[in-house]
């Protein structure tokens, strides 16, 4: 799970003319995040108040925003100018290669056992490394890299 945010006290923005984006938040350092409208979602909380499959807001150059419903905003008794503690994290793309794919991948090409010899840390930032991929073309040329990689260490 790649999280953009995790318990961070952010503000819930009010910016009048910008219709469904009139109460929004700016999600910090998401700048770098590639993908264009209605690719990217994120599920997390604001507050207590569960969001799931929520579209991130691409402006070029800029970071990420999420819109602030009235349901939403209601539910947790806050407007524009207040501050909401949040926690947002990256639901793949639906055109993504998943962790279990990666995995049977790395079974089939035999070395899913010098895989999981490495660390915890070792294991996720690999699988991280994969699916933060902005395309399925670049996971496939990833994932070929640390089969190449651990293939080396099974000898």
Do not use: C
Not at 27 to 42: A, E, Y
């Amino acid at each position: 799970m790649q999280y953009l945010v995790k318990g961070q006290k952010l503000e819930l923005k009010y910016e009048p003319g910008k219709g469904a984006w009139t109460y929004h938040i700016q999600v910090p350092d998401t700048k770098h995040i590639v993908g264009k409208w209605g690719s990217l979602k994120v599920s997390g909380t604001i507050d207590d108040y569960k969001i799931e499959s929520i579209n991130l807001f691409t402006i070029t150059g800029q970071d990420k925003l999420i819109s602030i419903n009235e349901k939403i905003r209601k539910a947790i008794n806050k407007s524009g100018g207040d501050i909401v503690t949040v926690t947002l994290y990256l639901l793949p793309l639906e055109n993504q290669i998943t962790e279990k794919e990666i995995l049977e991948t790395f079974k089939e090409s035999d070395v899913l056992k010098p895989f999981k010899k490495l660390s915890e840390d070792d294991r996720n930032q690999i699988i991280e490394k994969i699916m933060s991929q902005e395309s399925e073309d670049k996971q496939i040329k990833m994932i070929l890299k640390f089969v190449d990689q651990l293939s080396k260490n099974n000898g």
